[in-house]
């Protein structure tokens, strides 16, 4: 009889987005078992993901990530262009970089997917995660019986080395086991979508070039014989080529590419630049397939992150992103419900929310992945526009759902039509510069607001002496609500657009959770909140705004709550 162990979720997968899931829930103290079959700190092979985007580095950053991957990883501030040996200016990635307004992240991180898998994993273990590594998913179930007992989903896992079995009893089941995931297999749930002819190459390792500014984080070659030719500086000293199969070199080579073979077409795609290499990393050849998961959540038990639900080319470098996203956006709500905070709603509307996300990229992706092979897909051809410039207007038209800055979701449960601000729920909440009590250094709200599992309520407070007696009957009725709330699903600030008193005399401002002074406007300019209104913002757990509403119209909220928080 195998040994039988319990928990909350038990995740397939030990990749970065697995790995974020299972940190995400550790954070809010919830219980997850991680299961993965190969040993990654062995593994040789790095994998494909490399580029992490501003608001994926956000995200990362209020999960307490950020400041370790920032040590290993390349930040890159720009790109360059080159047509031959001309420089151009009016495309390519740099256009990217004149678009990252309206965050103190204002740029990319470059990082191979073996060492943010490292840094994921060392925080997890730091909480007292222990993954499974060696251990593969044999097969699950799930109980239709509407007993007591929720631990509906059994899952059997064996460890490779000694074939010895265990058997997972858990509330949940998340695949994040990649585009071939068995997950999404065993659960019945279709994956359809595009097989492309495109082929493309990716050569990791030390190199040197005479290209001017190789070193500035990204550059690309416009190569009349290898499409759209990518070069990222990675970390530790490691650069990436990455560049098409033609026609002409698919006609020439097939299915039966060569290291050598590949290193050959790398120096001819550097053209007229040289390329001397020194030592080789990690290559691959692959073919660019675009599909999505019929549903990300199945049967209420069943729910897909990452490549198990969608998958696409690197093109836009959006794998890694993509997934980040759908980690941070599942992990608070799995936890949530887990904890009993919230119902099965909650959990529907991360299908409802990121789908249609991936369903959008795979959209764009089919013409980055066109145009960087150098073919101007279908659709576009009216445009008059080779493939080089027809890549650069793409990526400039949806640069702020690229860089993640303007990912969105509709209204829905959690995001309601706020009655204040100019922000639209479902949206980001901007960052701002505020000052604590005592202190002359500046803090970001992002930072007040860690992503833990937690909502924020921040009362924006104007000036409180216009506003003193809104503010008042205000933080009594904010009061009133956390008490009918379960423990620990808020945290509260308060804003005071004016600067410091002289004695800093916090006591005479009403005020609930921690003050903070909003010295130059700064935060309450960015919420788009009058001085002499104030305004309550509530932000999501992954600092989406959620609703919002003036001081004097506070009525709204515990409806707010009450249309997704289960009765304690």
Known sequence: MADVIKTDVFICGGGPVGLLIAYGLARQGVDSILVEQHDKSQQAMYGRATTLYPRTLELLDQLGLLDDLNQIGYVARNSVTYNGDKRVTSRGWHVMFQRMHGTYLDYCLNIRQKFSEEVIRDAYEVLRGKPYIGWKLEGFSVDEDPCDDDYKVTSQITEVASGRTLTVKSKYIVGADGGHSLVRRLAGIPFEGDHTNFKWVRIDGHFKTDMPDSDVGFASIESKSHGNVLWVQLDHGVKRIGFAMTKEMLAKYGDKLTLEDAKKEAIKSMEPFSLEIESIEWWTLYGINQRVADSFYNNDRVLLA????????????????????????????????????????????????????????????????????GTVPDGYKDLALDANELFTKIFDDTIQFNIGLGIHYDENIINKDPLATMISAGWRAPDALVYAPGSRLPTRLFHLTRNTGAWSVIVFAGRPDKTKDSLTRGVEALKN???????????????????????????????????????????????????????????????????ATRLEEMSSIPGYFAGFVTPQ
């Open 306 to 373: 990452g490549d198990a639900c969608h998958t696409h080319s690197s093109g836009a470098a959006q794998g890694m992103n993509t997934g980040v996203h759908d980690a941070v956006n599942l992990a608070w709500k799995l936890g949530g419900v887990a904890k009993g905070w919230y119902g099965a709603d909650m959990l529907r509307t991360y299908d409802s929310e990121r789908r249609p996300a991936a369903q959008h990229l795979i959209g764009l992706d089919k013409a980055f992945s066109a145009t960087i092979s």
């Open 481 to 547: 609500i956390s008490e009918t709330l379960p423990r620990g699903m808020l945290r509260f600030l308060t804003v005071v657009a004016q600067s410091p008193a002289g004695g800093d005399q916090v006591f005479d401002i009403p005020k609930i959770g921690r003050l903070y002074y909003d010295s130059e406007r700064s935060a309450h300019t960015a919420y788009t909140v009058s001085d002499v209104n104030g305004t309550v913002v509530i932000v999501r757990p992954d600092g989406i705004l959620g609703y």
